[in-house]
C-alpha cells in the first residue's frame, strides 16, 4: 500500500500581528484569530446587548469571555486532523450530528434517497437516550425503530467469486499460445 505526504501544512506561512492599539503583543498572535474573535465578540455582545442589555459588573465576563475562548482555542491546530483548526472541526461535527451524511452517488447524477442518509439516531449514538423522556411518543418511536425498511434498491448482491494463481508456467503457455496462433495466422 502506499502512503502519500502531504507537504502543504510546512508552507503554511501565518501573518501575525505584533502591536495593537499601541499595546505590545509580544510573539505576535495570528491576525484571522484577532479577526474571528472580533467578528465573534460582536455577534455575541450585539445579540446579549439586544436581548438583556447593558451588563453588570457581575454579568460582563458572560458578554467577553465566550467569544475569546472560542478565538483562542477555536483557532488552535485539530490534534484529529493537524490541518484544520478545532473551529473547522467543531463546526464540520455539529453539522454531521444536525444534518446527517448524505452519500454522493455517480458523481452528484442521482440525489440520495431518504432512505440512504444515515439517520439521527445512528449518528448520535446513545447520547441522545438521556436527553429523551420515555412518553407514549417516545415508546410508539422505539416501536418504529426496530421496523427496518425494505432497501429500495432491490436485494443484495451474491458475489461467488473463484480466485485463480497463475504461476509464470503458466502465464508462459498462455503467451505462447497467443503468439503462436497470430504468427500462424500472418502466414
Not at 464540520?92 to 451524511?101: A, K
Not at 437516550?129 to 420515555?134: A, N
Not at 509464470?168 to 503468439?179: I, N, Q, S
Request: glycine content about 10%; hydrophobic content about 35%.
Amino acid at each position: 500500500m502506499r502512503t502519500g505526504i502531504t507537504y502543504t501544512r510546512h508552507f503554511d506561512v501565518e501573518t501575525k500581528q505584533h502591536e495593537l492599539l499601541g499595546l505590545e503583543l509580544g510573539e505576535g498572535w495570528p491576525r484571522k484569530a484577532i479577526v474571528l474573535g472580533f467578528v465573534l465578540y460582536l455577534v455575541w455582545t450585539g445579540g446579549l446587548l439586544l436581548i438583556f442589555g447593558v451588563p453588570s459588573k457581575v454579568a460582563f465576563s458572560a458578554y467577553v469571555l465566550p467569544p475569546l475562548l472560542i478565538a483562542v482555542i477555536g483557532t488552535k491546530r485539530s490534534t484529529r486532523n493537524p490541518r484544520r483548526w478545532n473551529i473547522t472541526y467543531w463546526t464540520l461535527s455539529l453539522r454531521y450530528l444536525i444534518h446527517g451524511h448524505r452519500p454522493v452517488i455517480c458523481g452528484g447524477r442521482r440525489s440520495a434517497h431518504r432512505s440512504e442518509w444515515i439517520d439521527r439516531r445512528a449518528r448520535w449514538g446513545t447520547k441522545g437516550d438521556g436527553l429523551r423522556r420515555k412518553s407514549t411518543l417516545a415508546r410508539r418511536q422505539e416501536e418504529l425503530e426496530h421496523h427496518v425498511p425494505p432497501a429500495l434498491s432491490g436485494t443484495p448482491l451474491v458475489l461467488d467469486a473463484r480466485p485463480r494463481l497463475h504461476g509464470p508456467d503458466a502465464v508462459y503457455r498462455a503467451y505462447g499460445r497467443k503468439h503462436t496462433t497470430h504468427t500462424k495466422g500472418q502466414r
